[in-house]
């Protein structure tokens, strides 16, 4: 056997690189000239790209390397050539002063390891000094482990932070008085939900034109209502001549106070566009947030939080007025006087998580999930497959409103995301959609009498993304999409057990919103190829045609549809460039679109469907997160909720008590607690995308 030499040398990378950093600084053997704010910087394409994703995709775009000279915009010089030194050398060495430049310039750069150094500089060396300004770095560039590191340490020492952060003084603050809550309860509060709902309010104002400058200029009063919203006292009415005299005191003795003032108005047309007048606000591309980064109890009936109002910190403080626990008068013919003295007296659900509670987040899925299939069964709401980071899963669960719990169902026989769903009678329809490697042609249906699923004939196409709707007793497909946007619909006839092919849409619709209404079926939206589609078509069975109708206002693929208030609900979605909170309503009569009331969270993929008179909005994507919450929206169509009002007994004797659809369960009047104590306090968004 022949003898072999082998030679390591463990220094022979390092040196080759330094070499090649003393032939850049001199302008050997350069192949390409990078102009940062005017300065000529020579290099290496061949150790920029290996080095740098963006410098990658920059020289791969220059196939024939023709091009020697580029100019970087927007990036600093010094910062830039201490990460060219870096890409050479492997080694950076910077003050602390200038970790936030030189992070900034990584992430221009794609350097990864660099960005995540600085983001672990910052975070180490927080201080409640410096703490607020870096938050807001950290959201001006949309980077969501460094902004969530930063809300930790401001939750942990809140306190401290508001006393020695020259920026927190800076901040605008916003003062709240609320009333409604009942006197018993304010040792076991949950502040933080107080805060949520107050953030929530906040978003609401937009809408009726008030800038952060107006309500930080004077306190507001809110009520909590049965509904478990708060609404400003100035805008309160009573229909009713026996309505509570305190509660009517009390708002009217508010409404005098300021009937001097007058609130300027806020040119903002919608949440996403806000415009807020503080310091520290800053423009992102991402969606906007709207959050409560931290809270505490200050005082035994006050409390204080930051919050992120699309990316524009503020501070604000409530102040908790509640209702004494004897009565306001022995007569029931006098009112409390005192309403606005520091002691107003109040009505309302109360506000606790132990037993007891009356606010309780709604429930989230086991499973965060997008693309999925969403229809009612037994007047409860049904979950089916969609994905989770890419992964299709095949579990269903079902949501029962009346106990705000989620429970497990049979699984489907085929794992599915990007499908649809739909009812008839007391079974469910799921149809196509991927299993994470190909379209699916497959369909399958649950049958609640036997308690299982049951296969289908396959459909003549493979379609994911497809809208599935039932219509006069028969199961519709259309469009969808298997490798181009499809305009092909089949109907699926039970009687039959059969597939048959209709007319086609007019444009291929992928990723559609459809549903049924007044004998035809709709479709809206949509994307042919990648392009999102406004336009809108309807299906008439009788004539076997699709007419076009007006087109929505806003391009829109993934958002889900339902008929509501007889009239056509369009529900987030995503416009090709970022996920939607926003709500389209269609109305079959005059044939025009309007907008609704925005969503809580920008929902893309979702899943629509109709529950004891209040539309859900289930899963879906938020341009951040794979979600698995839900929310709702009530009968009288003004706000989407993220809570279960379930009012005590005792209160319903002293309160107008509504429930979500305006009536409050009886079965829920009979239980002496009024709530589950085993509720959790749940968020909003879902599960964070890596």
Request: glycine share 6%.
């Amino acid at each position: 056997m022949a003898a072999k030499l082998t030679i390591e040398d463990g220094c022979h990378s390092n040196d080759v690189l330094t070499r090649l950093c003393t032939l850049r600084r001199n302008d050997q053997l350069c192949d390409v000239v990078l102009e940062v704010m005017g300065h000529n910087v020579p290099a290496h394409r061949s150790v920029l790209a290996c080095s740098s994703k963006f410098f990658m995709e920059l020289f791969a775009a220059d196939k024939d390397c023709s091009q020697r000279h580029f100019k970087l915009d927007h990036i600093d010089y010094d910062s830039f050539m201490v990460l060219i030194d870096f890409m050479y050398l492997s080694r950076l060495e910077v003050t602390g002063d200038r970790v936030r430049s030189v992070y900034k310039a990584a992430r221009f750069l794609k350097l990864k390891k660099v960005v995540s150094a600085c983001v672990n500089f910052l975070t180490e060396n927080l201080t409640p000094f410096n703490c607020i300004g870096i938050r807001s770095f950290a959201d001006k560039h949309s980077d969501e482990k460094f902004t969530a590191c930063v809300d930790s340490f401001i939750q942990k020492h809140l306190s401290d932070v508001l006393e020695k952060s020259p920026d927190a003084h800076q901040l605008p603050t916003i003062k709240v008085d609320i009333m409604g809550v009942e006197a018993f309860d304010l040792p076991s509060i949950e502040e933080k939900n107080l805060c949520h709902l107050v953030v929530e309010w906040l978003k609401g104002s937009l809408n009726n034109n008030l800038t952060i400058s107006d309500l930080a200029d004077n306190p507001s009063a809110l009520y909590l209502t049965g509904n478990n919203d708060l609404q400003d006292c100035l805008d309160l009415e009573f229909e009713k001549e026996e309505d509570d005299v305190v509660r009517r005191g009390i708002v009217e003795d508010y409404k005098k106070m300021h009937q001097k003032q007058n609130k300027r108005k806020l040119m903002i047309k919608d949440p996403s566009e806000v415009a807020l007048d503080v310091p520290l606000s800053v423009c992102t591309t991402s969606p906007p947030t709207w959050e409560v980064l931290a809270s505490k109890m200050v005082q035994e009936h006050k409390c204080v939080c930051v919050a992120a109002l699309h990316s524009s910190l503020i501070i604000i403080t409530m102040k908790l007025h509640p209702r004494p626990s004897s009565p306001a008068s022995t007569n029931g013919n006098e009112s409390d006087t005192s309403a606005f003295n520091g002691h107003s007296p109040s009505l309302s659900p109360r506000l606790s998580t132990d037993k007891g509670c009356c606010l309780i987040p709604l429930a989230q899925m086991n499973n965060a999930r997008c693309g999925l299939g969403v229809a009612r069964l037994n007047d409860k709401l049904v979950a089916m497959g969609g994905y989770d980071r890419g992964e299709c899963v095949d579990s269903v669960e079902v949501f029962d409103v009346s106990t705000n719990s989620w429970s497990e169902l049979p699984k489907l026989l085929t794992a599915r995301g990007r499908f649809d769903a739909t009812q008839i009678d007391d079974c469910l329809y799921a149809c196509g959609g991927s299993n994470g490697a190909s379209e699916l042609n497959s369909a399958e249906c649950f049958n609640s009498t036997l308690n299982k699923w049951l296969a289908l004939p396959d459909m003549a196409s493979n379609r994911s993304n497809a809208g599935v709707v039932a219509l006069n007793g028969k199961v519709y497909a259309v469009g969808g999409w298997n490798g181009s946007s499809l305009a092909s619909c089949e109907v699926y006839d039970p009687d039959t057990d059969a597939w048959t092919s209709i007319a086609s849409l007019k444009y291929g619709r992928s990723q559609a919103a459809v549903c049924a209404y007044g004998g035809c079926i709709y479709a809206v939206g949509g994307c042919d190829a990648w392009k999102c589609l406004a336009s809108a078509e309807r299906y008439n069975p009788e004539t076997d045609e699709w007419t076009s109708i007006a087109s929505a206002g806003t391009p829109r693929r993934g958002a889900g549809v339902q008929v509501f208030n007889d009239k056509l609900y369009v529900v987030g979605g995503n416009d090709g460039q970022s996920c939607l909170s926003s709500v389209e309503i269609f109305d079959p009569v005059s044939h025009s679109w309007s907008f609704g009331p925005t969503l809580n969270v920008a929902r893309a993929n979702v899943g629509v469907s109709v529950i004891q008179d209040r539309l859900f909005a289930v899963g879906g994507f938020s341009g951040k997160l794979f979600l698995n919450s839900i929310e709702y929206l009530p009968i009288d169509g003004k706000q989407w909720c993220v809570y279960v009002p379930n009012e005590n007994k005792k209160l319903v004797a002293a309160t107008s008590v509504h429930s979500l659809n305006g009536d409050f369960d009886d079965e829920a009047l009979k239980s002496e607690n009024g709530c589950h104590s085993e509720c959790t306090v749940a968020a909003l968004n879902g599960v964070e995308v890596e």
